[in-house]
Protein backbone atom coordinates (compact mmCIF):
# COMPACT_ATOMS: atom_id res chain seq x y z
CA UNK A 1 0.00 0.00 0.00
CA UNK A 2 1.38 3.54 -0.41
CA UNK A 3 2.88 5.56 2.30
CA UNK A 4 2.37 9.09 1.22
CA UNK A 5 -0.47 10.07 -1.77
CA UNK A 6 -0.14 14.02 -2.92
CA UNK A 7 -3.65 14.98 -4.12
CA UNK A 8 -3.52 17.32 -7.28
CA UNK A 9 -6.97 19.01 -6.32
CA UNK A 10 -8.78 21.43 -4.08
CA UNK A 11 -12.01 22.03 -2.51
CA UNK A 12 -14.74 19.12 -1.24
CA UNK A 13 -13.08 16.31 -3.35
CA UNK A 14 -9.45 17.26 -2.39
CA UNK A 15 -11.29 16.47 1.53
CA UNK A 16 -12.80 13.64 0.02
CA UNK A 17 -9.54 12.07 -0.54
CA UNK A 18 -7.97 13.00 2.59
CA UNK A 19 -10.39 11.42 4.69
CA UNK A 20 -9.96 7.81 3.03
CA UNK A 21 -6.20 8.28 3.10
CA UNK A 22 -6.53 8.72 6.97
CA UNK A 23 -8.61 6.08 7.58
CA UNK A 24 -6.40 3.73 5.62
CA UNK A 25 -3.61 4.88 7.58
CA UNK A 26 -1.67 6.65 3.96
CA UNK A 27 0.33 10.18 4.80
CA UNK A 28 -1.06 13.18 2.53
CA UNK A 29 -0.10 16.14 0.92
CA UNK A 30 -2.11 19.04 -0.25
CA UNK A 31 -1.18 21.01 -3.04
CA UNK A 32 -2.80 24.87 -2.90
CA UNK A 33 -2.34 28.06 -4.81
CA UNK A 34 -2.33 31.06 -3.00
CA UNK A 35 -5.71 31.85 -2.92
CA UNK A 36 -6.09 28.70 -1.44
CA UNK A 37 -3.62 29.13 1.72
CA UNK A 38 -6.94 29.43 4.20
CA UNK A 39 -8.80 26.61 3.01
CA UNK A 40 -9.32 22.98 4.79
CA UNK A 41 -7.59 20.85 2.65
CA UNK A 42 -4.41 23.05 3.24
CA UNK A 43 -5.09 21.99 7.13
CA UNK A 44 -6.36 18.86 7.05
CA UNK A 45 -3.81 17.32 5.05
CA UNK A 46 -0.55 15.90 7.11
CA UNK A 47 1.82 18.35 4.44
CA UNK A 48 0.69 21.19 2.13
CA UNK A 49 3.20 22.91 -0.73
CA UNK A 50 2.29 26.10 -2.17
CA UNK A 51 1.97 25.10 -5.98
CA UNK A 52 1.79 28.87 -7.44
CA UNK A 53 -1.05 31.98 -8.21
CA UNK A 54 -4.69 31.55 -7.92
CA UNK A 55 -4.90 31.31 -11.47
CA UNK A 56 -5.51 27.63 -12.78
CA UNK A 57 -2.81 27.31 -15.31
CA UNK A 58 -0.11 28.38 -13.10
CA UNK A 59 -1.16 26.24 -10.24
CA UNK A 60 -3.71 22.80 -10.39
CA UNK A 61 -2.69 22.65 -13.87
CA UNK A 62 1.03 23.41 -13.47
CA UNK A 63 2.61 19.94 -13.74
CA UNK A 64 6.08 20.83 -13.19
CA UNK A 65 5.60 22.09 -9.89
CA UNK A 66 3.27 19.59 -9.14
CA UNK A 67 6.06 16.72 -9.49
CA UNK A 68 8.04 18.90 -7.31
CA UNK A 69 5.59 19.05 -4.79
CA UNK A 70 5.25 15.81 -4.91
CA UNK A 71 9.43 15.22 -5.04
CA UNK A 72 10.31 16.97 -2.60
CA UNK A 73 7.58 15.00 0.12
CA UNK A 74 8.46 11.77 -1.33
CA UNK A 75 4.69 11.17 -2.34
CA UNK A 76 4.92 7.57 -3.73
CA UNK A 77 1.27 8.22 -5.36
CA UNK A 78 -1.20 11.17 -6.83
CA UNK A 79 -4.75 11.40 -6.76
CA UNK A 80 -5.75 14.18 -9.43
CA UNK A 81 -9.41 13.78 -8.07
CA UNK A 82 -12.03 15.57 -11.05
CA UNK A 83 -11.34 18.07 -13.43
CA UNK A 84 -7.95 19.67 -13.56
CA UNK A 85 -5.37 16.62 -14.63
CA UNK A 86 -7.88 13.86 -13.67
CA UNK A 87 -8.10 12.58 -17.34
CA UNK A 88 -4.85 14.48 -18.74
CA UNK A 89 -3.12 11.42 -20.41
CA UNK A 90 0.35 13.35 -20.64
CA UNK A 91 0.25 14.10 -16.27
CA UNK A 92 -0.61 10.31 -15.95
CA UNK A 93 2.41 9.38 -18.00
CA UNK A 94 4.46 11.90 -16.67
CA UNK A 95 3.46 10.31 -13.35
CA UNK A 96 4.53 6.51 -14.14
CA UNK A 97 8.01 8.46 -15.96
CA UNK A 98 8.70 9.98 -12.26
CA UNK A 99 8.11 6.21 -10.24
CA UNK A 100 4.74 8.10 -8.64
CA UNK A 101 2.13 5.98 -9.03
CA UNK A 102 -1.05 7.85 -10.79
CA UNK A 103 -4.37 6.59 -9.08
CA UNK A 104 -6.66 6.15 -11.86
CA UNK A 105 -5.84 4.54 -15.06
CA UNK A 106 -3.35 4.00 -18.12
CA UNK A 107 -2.37 6.93 -19.97
CA UNK A 108 -3.40 4.83 -23.14
CA UNK A 109 -6.90 4.05 -21.73
CA UNK A 110 -7.29 7.74 -20.66
CA UNK A 111 -6.23 9.12 -24.18
CA UNK A 112 -8.23 6.51 -26.00
CA UNK A 113 -11.76 7.25 -24.13
CA UNK A 114 -10.52 11.18 -24.66
CA UNK A 115 -10.90 10.46 -28.22
CA UNK A 116 -14.58 10.27 -28.76
CA UNK A 117 -14.07 8.86 -32.39
CA UNK A 118 -11.75 5.81 -31.10
CA UNK A 119 -13.60 5.39 -27.60
CA UNK A 120 -16.74 5.23 -30.26
CA UNK A 121 -15.00 2.25 -32.33
CA UNK A 122 -13.87 0.49 -29.13
CA UNK A 123 -17.29 0.10 -27.96
CA UNK A 124 -18.91 -0.88 -31.39
CA UNK A 125 -15.77 -3.72 -31.16
CA UNK A 126 -17.00 -4.61 -27.53
CA UNK A 127 -20.27 -5.16 -28.87
CA UNK A 128 -21.62 -2.42 -26.73
CA UNK A 129 -24.55 -0.03 -28.76
CA UNK A 130 -23.75 2.97 -29.51
CA UNK A 131 -25.96 5.85 -31.52
CA UNK A 132 -25.86 5.17 -35.50
CA UNK A 133 -23.44 7.32 -37.13
CA UNK A 134 -20.74 8.71 -39.46
CA UNK A 135 -17.94 6.22 -37.96
CA UNK A 136 -15.28 8.34 -38.40
CA UNK A 137 -14.68 11.82 -39.37
CA UNK A 138 -16.36 13.89 -41.07
CA UNK A 139 -13.79 15.33 -43.90
CA UNK A 140 -16.01 16.02 -47.04
CA UNK A 141 -19.34 17.72 -47.86
CA UNK A 142 -20.79 15.79 -50.32
CA UNK A 143 -20.87 12.56 -48.90
CA UNK A 144 -21.29 13.16 -45.37
CA UNK A 145 -24.81 14.76 -46.49
CA UNK A 146 -25.14 11.68 -48.14
CA UNK A 147 -24.34 10.29 -44.84
CA UNK A 148 -26.88 12.36 -43.23
CA UNK A 149 -29.61 11.25 -45.36
CA UNK A 150 -28.56 7.60 -44.58
CA UNK A 151 -29.10 8.06 -41.05
CA UNK A 152 -32.08 10.57 -41.49
CA UNK A 153 -32.09 13.93 -39.91
CA UNK A 154 -31.88 15.46 -37.33
CA UNK A 155 -28.30 14.76 -36.41
CA UNK A 156 -25.75 16.02 -33.98
CA UNK A 157 -22.06 16.93 -34.86
CA UNK A 158 -19.66 16.26 -32.16
CA UNK A 159 -16.02 17.08 -31.52
CA UNK A 160 -14.23 14.05 -31.65
CA UNK A 161 -11.97 15.86 -28.69
CA UNK A 162 -15.04 17.09 -27.10
CA UNK A 163 -16.95 15.24 -24.14
CA UNK A 164 -19.45 17.24 -21.92
CA UNK A 165 -21.30 18.92 -24.71
CA UNK A 166 -18.88 21.42 -25.41
CA UNK A 167 -18.49 21.77 -29.73
CA UNK A 168 -21.79 20.09 -30.47
CA UNK A 169 -24.43 21.27 -33.12
CA UNK A 170 -27.74 19.54 -34.04
CA UNK A 171 -28.90 19.64 -37.63
CA UNK A 172 -32.03 19.79 -38.61
CA UNK A 173 -31.91 20.09 -42.42
CA UNK A 174 -29.16 19.54 -45.42
CA UNK A 175 -29.31 23.30 -45.76
CA UNK A 176 -27.84 23.99 -42.15
CA UNK A 177 -25.48 21.38 -42.43
CA UNK A 178 -21.89 22.87 -43.96
CA UNK A 179 -22.43 25.83 -42.01
CA UNK A 180 -23.15 23.78 -38.13
CA UNK A 181 -20.07 21.52 -39.64
CA UNK A 182 -17.59 24.44 -40.43
CA UNK A 183 -18.46 26.51 -37.32
CA UNK A 184 -18.58 23.39 -34.89
CA UNK A 185 -15.36 22.79 -36.31
CA UNK A 186 -13.76 26.23 -35.91
CA UNK A 187 -14.97 26.58 -32.35
CA UNK A 188 -13.58 22.49 -31.73
CA UNK A 189 -10.08 23.64 -33.17
CA UNK A 190 -9.96 27.02 -30.77
CA UNK A 191 -11.70 25.12 -27.64
CA UNK A 192 -9.77 21.16 -27.70
CA UNK A 193 -6.73 22.39 -30.10
CA UNK A 194 -8.81 19.14 -32.77
CA UNK A 195 -10.83 20.89 -35.37
CA UNK A 196 -12.48 16.96 -35.77
CA UNK A 197 -15.70 15.95 -36.01
CA UNK A 198 -18.21 13.42 -36.40
CA UNK A 199 -21.84 12.39 -37.09
CA UNK A 200 -24.68 10.72 -35.06
CA UNK A 201 -28.12 10.37 -35.12
CA UNK A 202 -30.35 12.97 -32.70
CA UNK A 203 -31.63 10.99 -30.09
CA UNK A 204 -34.59 13.09 -29.08
CA UNK A 205 -35.50 13.91 -25.31
CA UNK A 206 -32.87 11.72 -24.10
CA UNK A 207 -32.12 10.37 -20.49
CA UNK A 208 -28.60 10.95 -19.15
CA UNK A 209 -27.45 7.79 -17.15
CA UNK A 210 -24.51 6.78 -16.30
CA UNK A 211 -22.84 3.52 -15.18
CA UNK A 212 -20.10 3.10 -12.51
CA UNK A 213 -17.99 0.82 -13.05
CA UNK A 214 -14.52 -0.67 -11.27
CA UNK A 215 -11.71 -2.79 -13.09
CA UNK A 216 -8.33 -4.24 -11.42
CA UNK A 217 -4.83 -4.66 -12.62
CA UNK A 218 -6.06 -8.53 -13.54
CA UNK A 219 -8.55 -7.74 -15.79
CA UNK A 220 -11.66 -7.87 -13.76
CA UNK A 221 -14.27 -5.52 -13.97
CA UNK A 222 -17.71 -5.19 -11.57
CA UNK A 223 -20.71 -2.76 -12.23
CA UNK A 224 -22.11 -0.95 -9.13
CA UNK A 225 -25.11 0.26 -10.89
CA UNK A 226 -26.26 3.62 -12.31
CA UNK A 227 -26.97 6.94 -11.50
CA UNK A 228 -29.36 9.49 -13.35
CA UNK A 229 -28.17 12.50 -14.86
CA UNK A 230 -31.18 13.88 -16.56
CA UNK A 231 -31.45 16.99 -14.51
CA UNK A 232 -28.85 19.38 -16.28
CA UNK A 233 -28.77 22.85 -17.17
CA UNK A 234 -26.19 23.83 -19.98
CA UNK A 235 -24.51 20.48 -19.30
CA UNK A 236 -23.88 21.15 -15.98
CA UNK A 237 -25.43 18.96 -14.01
CA UNK A 238 -27.23 20.07 -11.03
CA UNK A 239 -29.11 16.64 -9.33
CA UNK A 240 -28.03 12.87 -9.07
CA UNK A 241 -29.73 9.83 -8.09
CA UNK A 242 -30.00 6.44 -7.82
CA UNK A 243 -31.65 3.82 -8.31
CA UNK A 244 -33.05 6.02 -11.90
CA UNK A 245 -36.87 6.56 -11.56
CA UNK A 246 -36.74 4.90 -15.60
CA UNK A 247 -34.52 1.75 -14.64
CA UNK A 248 -36.26 -1.84 -13.82
CA UNK A 249 -33.67 -4.59 -12.85
CA UNK A 250 -33.35 -6.06 -16.45
CA UNK A 251 -32.52 -3.01 -17.85
CA UNK A 252 -30.32 -2.16 -15.05
CA UNK A 253 -28.68 -5.68 -15.45
CA UNK A 254 -28.58 -5.13 -19.63
CA UNK A 255 -26.67 -1.93 -19.42
CA UNK A 256 -24.53 -3.29 -16.30
CA UNK A 257 -23.18 -6.06 -18.49
CA UNK A 258 -22.97 -3.48 -21.64
CA UNK A 259 -20.57 -1.25 -19.04
CA UNK A 260 -18.60 -4.32 -17.90
CA UNK A 261 -18.24 -5.10 -21.60
CA UNK A 262 -16.39 -1.58 -21.99
CA UNK A 263 -14.64 -1.79 -19.62
CA UNK A 264 -13.23 -5.38 -20.20
CA UNK A 265 -12.51 -4.41 -23.44
CA UNK A 266 -9.75 -1.61 -22.81
CA UNK A 267 -8.56 -3.78 -19.54
CA UNK A 268 -9.89 -0.89 -17.47
CA UNK A 269 -7.97 0.02 -14.43
CA UNK A 270 -9.12 2.12 -12.08
CA UNK A 271 -12.81 3.22 -11.15
CA UNK A 272 -14.76 4.74 -14.09
CA UNK A 273 -18.28 5.72 -15.42
CA UNK A 274 -19.89 4.54 -18.64
CA UNK A 275 -22.38 7.19 -19.71
CA UNK A 276 -25.42 6.50 -22.00
CA UNK A 277 -28.47 8.03 -23.70
CA UNK A 278 -31.71 5.97 -23.10
CA UNK A 279 -34.54 6.89 -25.44
CA UNK A 280 -37.78 6.54 -24.33
CA UNK A 281 -38.45 3.25 -25.62
CA UNK A 282 -35.53 2.09 -23.19
CA UNK A 283 -32.89 1.82 -25.97
CA UNK A 284 -29.88 2.87 -24.71
CA UNK A 285 -26.62 3.69 -26.37
CA UNK A 286 -23.09 4.53 -25.32
CA UNK A 287 -22.23 8.18 -25.22
CA UNK A 288 -18.95 8.63 -23.48
CA UNK A 289 -16.72 6.84 -20.77
CA UNK A 290 -14.98 9.21 -18.44
CA UNK A 291 -11.94 7.86 -16.48
CA UNK A 292 -11.66 9.59 -13.14
CA UNK A 293 -13.75 9.83 -9.78
CA UNK A 294 -17.08 11.99 -10.64
CA UNK A 295 -18.35 14.48 -8.66
CA UNK A 296 -21.78 12.54 -8.32
CA UNK A 297 -19.94 9.77 -6.78
CA UNK A 298 -21.18 9.75 -3.05
CA UNK A 299 -24.78 8.91 -4.69
CA UNK A 300 -23.67 5.38 -5.40
CA UNK A 301 -21.61 4.96 -1.95
CA UNK A 302 -25.07 5.88 -0.05
CA UNK A 303 -26.79 3.40 -1.84
CA UNK A 304 -24.44 0.39 -2.11
CA UNK A 305 -22.59 1.56 1.26
CA UNK A 306 -19.12 1.81 -0.54
CA UNK A 307 -16.02 3.88 -0.63
CA UNK A 308 -15.26 4.17 -3.81
CA UNK A 309 -12.39 6.44 -3.19
CA UNK A 310 -10.77 3.54 -1.00
CA UNK A 311 -11.61 1.20 -4.00
CA UNK A 312 -9.29 3.39 -6.26
CA UNK A 313 -6.34 3.71 -4.03
CA UNK A 314 -6.95 -0.36 -3.51
CA UNK A 315 -6.85 -0.54 -7.07
CA UNK A 316 -3.69 1.78 -8.12
CA UNK A 317 -1.95 -0.34 -5.06
CA UNK A 318 -2.32 -4.05 -7.34
CA UNK A 319 -5.07 -5.18 -5.10
CA UNK A 320 -8.01 -7.12 -6.47
CA UNK A 321 -11.31 -6.03 -6.97
CA UNK A 322 -14.25 -8.41 -5.15
CA UNK A 323 -15.45 -8.87 -8.65
CA UNK A 324 -19.08 -8.87 -7.89
CA UNK A 325 -21.53 -6.04 -9.34
CA UNK A 326 -23.33 -4.01 -6.84
CA UNK A 327 -27.08 -3.23 -6.68
CA UNK A 328 -28.52 -0.31 -4.94
CA UNK A 329 -30.18 -1.18 -1.48
CA UNK A 330 -31.67 2.19 -0.43
CA UNK A 331 -32.68 5.84 -2.42
CA UNK A 332 -30.08 8.62 -2.47
CA UNK A 333 -30.23 12.06 -4.41
CA UNK A 334 -27.62 14.85 -4.76
CA UNK A 335 -27.92 18.17 -5.10
CA UNK A 336 -25.17 20.19 -6.03
CA UNK A 337 -25.11 23.28 -4.27
CA UNK A 338 -23.41 26.79 -5.81
CA UNK A 339 -22.66 29.55 -4.99
CA UNK A 340 -24.36 31.15 -8.15
CA UNK A 341 -27.77 33.80 -8.39
CA UNK A 342 -30.75 31.07 -9.80
CA UNK A 343 -32.76 34.32 -10.50
CA UNK A 344 -30.00 36.05 -12.52
CA UNK A 345 -29.38 33.22 -15.06
CA UNK A 346 -27.31 31.15 -12.53
CA UNK A 347 -24.26 33.70 -12.66
CA UNK A 348 -21.67 32.61 -9.93
CA UNK A 349 -22.05 34.51 -6.78
CA UNK A 350 -18.52 34.96 -5.51
CA UNK A 351 -18.09 36.74 -1.62
CA UNK A 352 -17.63 35.93 1.47
CA UNK A 353 -19.79 33.16 3.61
CA UNK A 354 -20.74 34.83 6.62
CA UNK A 355 -22.99 32.37 7.78
CA UNK A 356 -22.69 28.51 7.63
CA UNK A 357 -24.99 25.52 9.21
CA UNK A 358 -24.64 22.47 7.46
CA UNK A 359 -27.80 20.33 7.36
CA UNK A 360 -27.53 17.38 9.62
CA UNK A 361 -29.52 14.15 11.05
CA UNK A 362 -30.10 10.49 9.89
CA UNK A 363 -29.97 9.96 5.94
CA UNK A 364 -27.91 13.24 5.35
CA UNK A 365 -24.24 13.98 3.90
CA UNK A 366 -22.88 17.29 3.18
CA UNK A 367 -19.66 17.23 1.27
CA UNK A 368 -17.95 20.69 1.63
CA UNK A 369 -14.94 22.59 1.92
CA UNK A 370 -16.54 25.57 3.18
CA UNK A 371 -16.88 27.46 6.18
CA UNK A 372 -18.07 30.55 7.93
CA UNK A 373 -16.00 33.27 6.89
CA UNK A 374 -14.95 31.45 4.14
CA UNK A 375 -14.17 33.27 0.80
CA UNK A 376 -15.20 31.89 -2.12
CA UNK A 377 -12.12 32.79 -4.68
CA UNK A 378 -13.53 33.41 -8.13
CA UNK A 379 -11.05 31.22 -10.07
CA UNK A 380 -12.63 28.10 -9.94
CA UNK A 381 -15.43 26.25 -10.08
CA UNK A 382 -18.92 27.42 -7.96
CA UNK A 383 -19.83 24.21 -6.50
CA UNK A 384 -19.79 24.71 -2.63
CA UNK A 385 -21.24 21.61 -1.38
CA UNK A 386 -23.28 18.34 -2.12
CA UNK A 387 -25.98 18.05 -0.18
CA UNK A 388 -26.97 13.97 -0.76
CA UNK A 389 -29.48 12.45 1.38
CA UNK A 390 -30.37 8.82 1.44
CA UNK A 391 -34.02 6.51 2.54
CA UNK A 392 -35.75 3.50 1.91
CA UNK A 393 -37.64 4.75 -1.26
CA UNK A 394 -37.32 8.01 -3.81
CA UNK A 395 -40.69 9.51 -2.11
CA UNK A 396 -39.14 9.24 1.22
CA UNK A 397 -35.83 10.69 0.18
CA UNK A 398 -37.43 13.37 -1.30
CA UNK A 399 -39.19 14.65 1.32
CA UNK A 400 -35.43 14.22 2.99
CA UNK A 401 -34.28 16.38 1.04
CA UNK A 402 -37.00 19.10 1.19
CA UNK A 403 -36.03 19.07 5.66
CA UNK A 404 -32.38 19.42 4.81
CA UNK A 405 -32.72 22.23 2.31
CA UNK A 406 -34.79 23.64 4.72
CA UNK A 407 -32.38 23.52 7.33
CA UNK A 408 -29.35 24.20 5.42
CA UNK A 409 -27.94 28.31 5.64
CA UNK A 410 -25.91 29.90 3.70
CA UNK A 411 -25.07 33.76 4.51
CA UNK A 412 -23.07 36.21 2.14
CA UNK A 413 -23.44 34.63 -1.12
CA UNK A 414 -26.44 33.32 -3.26
CA UNK A 415 -26.73 29.63 -3.96
CA UNK A 416 -29.10 27.33 -5.91
CA UNK A 417 -30.99 25.72 -2.66
CA UNK A 418 -34.33 28.18 -4.10
CA UNK A 419 -34.05 26.42 -6.98
CA UNK A 420 -33.42 22.65 -5.60
CA UNK A 421 -36.38 23.23 -3.21
CA UNK A 422 -38.38 24.42 -6.25
CA UNK A 423 -37.23 21.43 -7.45
CA UNK A 424 -38.24 18.68 -5.04
CA UNK A 425 -41.93 20.03 -5.00
CA UNK A 426 -41.88 19.87 -8.90
CA UNK A 427 -44.65 17.63 -9.91
CA UNK A 428 -42.88 16.24 -12.78
CA UNK A 429 -39.75 15.81 -10.81
CA UNK A 430 -41.43 13.58 -8.27
CA UNK A 431 -42.82 11.63 -11.23
CA UNK A 432 -39.90 10.50 -12.05
CA UNK A 433 -40.55 11.38 -15.88
CA UNK A 434 -37.88 13.58 -17.11
CA UNK A 435 -35.72 14.25 -19.74
CA UNK A 436 -32.52 16.28 -20.12
CA UNK A 437 -34.64 18.53 -22.05
CA UNK A 438 -36.66 19.09 -18.37
CA UNK A 439 -34.91 22.02 -17.21
CA UNK A 440 -35.00 24.32 -20.61
CA UNK A 441 -38.32 25.15 -19.82
CA UNK A 442 -38.41 24.87 -16.09
CA UNK A 443 -39.38 28.37 -14.56
CA UNK A 444 -37.85 29.55 -11.32
CA UNK A 445 -40.28 31.24 -9.14
CA UNK A 446 -39.40 34.44 -6.70
CA UNK A 447 -38.95 33.06 -3.46
C1 LIG B 1 -26.42 13.43 -27.81
C2 LIG B 1 -27.77 13.85 -27.65
C3 LIG B 1 -28.69 13.35 -28.53
N1 LIG B 1 -28.31 12.52 -29.52
N2 LIG B 1 -26.10 12.59 -28.80
C4 LIG B 1 -24.52 16.17 -24.39
C5 LIG B 1 -23.27 15.95 -23.62
C6 LIG B 1 -22.46 15.03 -24.42
N3 LIG B 1 -21.85 14.04 -23.59
C7 LIG B 1 -23.40 14.40 -25.39
N4 LIG B 1 -24.66 15.08 -25.25
C8 LIG B 1 -25.72 14.71 -26.00
N5 LIG B 1 -25.45 13.85 -27.00
C9 LIG B 1 -27.03 12.16 -29.63
N6 LIG B 1 -26.69 11.33 -30.62
C10 LIG B 1 -28.06 14.71 -26.61
C11 LIG B 1 -27.03 15.17 -25.79
C12 LIG B 1 -27.45 16.07 -24.76
C13 LIG B 1 -27.36 15.71 -23.42
C14 LIG B 1 -26.86 14.49 -23.01
C15 LIG B 1 -26.78 14.18 -21.68
C16 LIG B 1 -27.21 15.10 -20.72
C17 LIG B 1 -27.70 16.30 -21.11
C18 LIG B 1 -27.79 16.65 -22.47
C19 LIG B 1 -28.30 17.88 -22.84
C20 LIG B 1 -28.37 18.21 -24.14
C21 LIG B 1 -27.93 17.30 -25.11
Known sequence: ??????????????????????????KTVAIYSTADRDSLHVR???EAVCIGPPSSTDSYLNIPSIMAAAEITNADAIHPGYGFLAENADFAEICNEYGIKFIGPSPEMIRKMGDKITAKETMIKANVPVVPGSGGLIKELEPSLEKAEEIGYPVILKATAGG????????????????????ASREAAASFGNPGMYMEKYIEEPRHVEIQIAGDQFGKVCHLSERECSIQRRHQKLVEECPS?????????????SAIKAGESINYEGVGTVEFLVDKYKNYYFMEMN????VEHPV????IDFDLIKEQIKIAAGEKISGKNYYPKMHAIEVRINAEDVYNDFRPSAGKIQSFHSSKGHGV???????A??????????????????AQTREECITKMERALDEFIIEGVKTTIPFHKQLMKDERFRSGNFHTGFLNDFEIQPE
Open 1 to 26: MFNKVLIANRGEIALRIIRTCREMNI
Open 44 to 46: FAD
Open 300 to 303: TEEV
Open 291 to 294: TRIQ
Open 373 to 390: GYQIPPFYDSMIAKLICR
Open 164 to 183: GGKGMRIVWNPEEFENAWLT
Open 245 to 257: PFLDEELRERMGQ
Open 365 to 371: RVDTHVY
